[in-house]
């Protein structure tokens, strides 16, 4: 783990919390989680999966393509770290890839053949409630988390459920799974917008969700409107789409 002082740590921890803002972005909030979480404990890659009304995962948001494509795999396959951190709402702790093809015996291959050696999951939980996993990847053999670093991802998942659910709550007494459907119904759409930003700009997809994401900060709109925006009428953002 980088070190990282008390008082960064903390403002992580406020930010994480925060989820009564106006206009609260479920999708933006959660790959803030993920680029946060990847930062503090100089992580490969962080990939989080949610619950949806049925009560199983899918797939919300990553700190890059490669997370993404692994947890798309995990849910999928209904077999990996974050599935088993949800169902048993314990964390999965330095998970050496190379020796878990018994216990992963299709995803740790190819979470391997991505370049990762190493993978942890962490439960979103509160109380005996878990509404997600947070996963996290090293590219390095053997423990790649060290003891202190386990506690602060755990609490940073269970500070990220606790907003959620607070949010839910207190703004607007809505389910959170119907938020949270809401949310997979747009991934799609930015999705498509990531690929029509990408190919315009001959960038990668994560340069390209980055140049979304930042419009959408610079602008005050919500991620999922823009894509719309974006996929439906390219012309209405040119900062985007033209090179």
């Given at each position: 783990?980088?070190?990282?002082?008390?008082?960064?740590?903390?403002?992580?921890?406020?930010?994480?919390?925060?989820?009564?803002?106006?206009?609260?972005?479920?999708?933006?909030?959660?790959?803030?989680?993920?680029?946060?979480?990847?930062?503090?404990?100089?992580?490969?890659?962080?990939?989080?999966?949610?619950?949806?009304?049925?009560?199983?995962?899918?797939?919300?948001?990553?700190?890059?393509?490669?997370?993404?494509?692994?947890?798309?795999?995990?849910?999928?396959?209904?077999?990996?770290?974050?599935?088993?951190a949800f169902h048993t709402a314990t964390p999965v702790?330095?998970?050496?890839?190379?020796?878990?093809?018994?216990?992963?015996?299709?995803?740790?291959?190819?979470?391997?053949?991505?370049?990762?050696?190493?993978?942890?999951?962490?439960?979103?939980?509160?109380?005996?409630?878990?509404?997600?996993a947070l996963n996290v990847f090293g590219r390095e053999?053997?423990?790649?988390?060290?003891?202190?670093?386990?506690?602060?991802?755990?609490?940073?998942?269970?500070?990220?459920?606790?907003?959620?659910?607070?949010?839910?709550?207190?703004?607007?007494?809505?389910?959170?799974?119907?938020?949270?459907?809401?949310?997979?119904?747009?991934?799609?759409?930015?999705?498509?917008?990531?690929?029509?930003?990408?190919?315009?700009?001959?960038?990668?997809?994560?340069?390209?969700?980055?140049?979304?994401?930042?419009y959408s900060r610079a602008h005050n709109r919500r991620?999922?409107?823009?894509?719309?925006?974006?996929?439906?009428?390219?012309?209405?953002?040119?900062?985007?789409?033209?090179?």
């Open positions: 783990m980088t070190t990282v002082s008390a008082e960064r740590l903390a403002r992580v921890f406020v930010e994480v919390a925060d989820t009564l803002v106006d206009e609260f972005d479920l999708i933006d909030f959660l790959h803030m989680l993920t680029d946060r979480t990847a930062t503090l404990v100089d992580a490969a890659a962080v990939g989080l999966l949610l619950a949806d009304q049925r009560g199983q995962l899918e797939f919300l948001a990553a700190s890059d393509e490669n997370a993404k494509l692994l947890e798309l795999f995990q849910v999928q396959n209904k077999e990996g770290p974050c599935l088993d702790v330095n998970a050496d890839l190379a020796d878990a093809t018994s216990r992963w015996p299709r995803f740790a291959p190819r979470a391997t053949a991505a370049g990762f050696r190493s993978v942890h999951a962490f439960p979103l939980r509160l109380r005996s409630q878990v509404i997600g053999p053997g423990p790649s988390l060290r003891d202190f670093d386990v506690p602060i991802v755990q609490a940073l998942a269970d500070i990220a459920a606790i907003g959620l659910l607070q949010e839910r709550a207190i703004r607007r007494g809505e389910l959170l799974t119907e938020q949270l459907q809401g949310a997979l119904n747009s991934r799609i759409i930015i999705e498509q917008a990531k690929g029509a930003v990408a190919q315009a700009r001959a960038v990668s997809v994560d340069e390209a969700f980055a140049l979304i994401r930042a991620i999922s409107d823009i894509a719309h925006t974006i996929v439906t009428e390219p012309t209405g953002i040119p900062e985007l789409i033209d090179p």
